[in-house]
């Protein structure tokens, strides 16, 4: 009998997405021979914590609309993982887990289960040629299988763009909704890379007020826009300061705009950081894939761009701590109140 105080917690970490049926799938977890130095956590939500059976079964309940491909850490400082679909079609799986032998075998691995750890040890290797040959037929036979997205989304034909996106344009259009499809799409084909001297891209988005906000309407003025979202951290640390900047400059002069990049427009709605902000704010769906995004390649935030009186690009900054180059550019530019 193995001492409850050895049995180790499971983590498992979530980093696909994918829309099915909803269902739930049971992932049992059996070990044998556990040691008590052995880092077993398993976390992937709040929610869906792992049941212990007894002292060597634990069971996780997987509730979701989405297929995930897991990961199931049995020793983090080893890096020892294990890699199991989550699929709502299938009921249960079981997964033994040997600690003495250092292997963690799936009782029942779906046909997603095999061809992945093929593909994915192939990838790894320096056989890309031969991943890509497996990836490439299983889209060719199953285009409206979501593992197609995936292997497009993670590393087939990583060298030959292409390829890559004639691949993405063999797969069903319903996936075309998916964040994965739209980041592939935008690396390939939409994204750009503005530089200074650029033209403003127009646009009309959701409105704090419910309205609709139409950047066409400015006219004759800086105009800085400042990408954020309540997710990000260093944009909610700055909002005071850029509350404070937003008071010292003439409104007549500059023009501000935040585009919120929340996943959820009730996130964005009910944010206690848009309640601060004394000037434009709108939201923009798809987040990073959406058309702002792509048209001046963000790829973090926070995240600004500074116009001048042409909606002529002036500057393009990413990051808090260029919040203070940008006041020094606004004062530069005689944009202070005290300059009326």
Request: aromatic share 12%; glycine share 2%.
């Amino acid at each position: 009998m193995i001492k409850k105080s050895l049995i180790p917690i499971f983590f498992v970490v979530s980093f696909l997405y994918a829309k099915t049926c909803l269902s739930q799938c049971t992932l049992t977890i059996k070990q044998i021979g556990v040691k008590s130095d052995t880092t077993f956590v398993a976390n992937y939500d709040e929610s869906q914590q792992p049941k212990q059976i007894n002292d060597s079964t634990c069971v996780f309940l997987y509730d979701s609309i989405a297929a995930d491909r897991i990961f199931v850490f049995l020793n983090r400082k080893t890096r020892w993982v294990k890699r199991v679909w989550m699929e709502p079609s299938i009921k249960s799986k079981t997964l033994i887990v040997n600690y003495d032998k250092k292997t963690a075998v799936l009782l029942n691995p779906t046909e997603w289960d095999v061809i992945t750890e093929k593909w994915s040890k192939l990838l790894n290797s320096d056989m890309q040629y031969a991943s890509d040959s497996i990836g490439s037929n299983y889209i060719n036979k199953n285009p409206s299988s979501y593992l197609s997205l995936y292997f497009i989304s993670h590393g087939l034909y990583n060298d030959n763009p292409i390829q890559k996106l004639a691949a993405l344009n063999l797969i069903t259009p319903t996936f075309k909704d998916y964040p994965e499809y739209k980041q592939t799409k935008a690396s390939l084909t939409k994204r750009k890379y503005p530089k200074t001297g650029d033209s403003f891209a127009e646009f009309e988005l959701q409105n704090s007020k419910g309205g609709t906000f139409t950047s066409s309407t400015i006219n004759g003025k800086w105009i800085l826009l400042n990408f954020w979202s309540n997710n990000c951290a260093p944009c909610l640390r700055e909002m005071d300061d850029l509350v404070k900047i937003y008071k010292s400059l003439d409104t007549s002069k500059i023009q501000f705009i935040s585009i919120a990049l929340d996943d959820k427009i009730e996130t964005w709605k009910n944010s206690k950081y848009l309640k601060k902000m004394l000037w434009t704010s709108v939201w923009q769906p798809d987040n990073l894939y959406g058309y702002l995004c792509l048209q001046y390649n963000l790829t973090a935030m926070p995240f600004f761009v500074l116009f001048d009186v042409d909606k002529k690009i002036y500057l393009i900054k990413e990051g808090s701590s260029e919040l203070q180059t940008i006041k020094n550019v606004l004062i530069e530019k005689n944009l202070s109140s005290k300059n009326k």
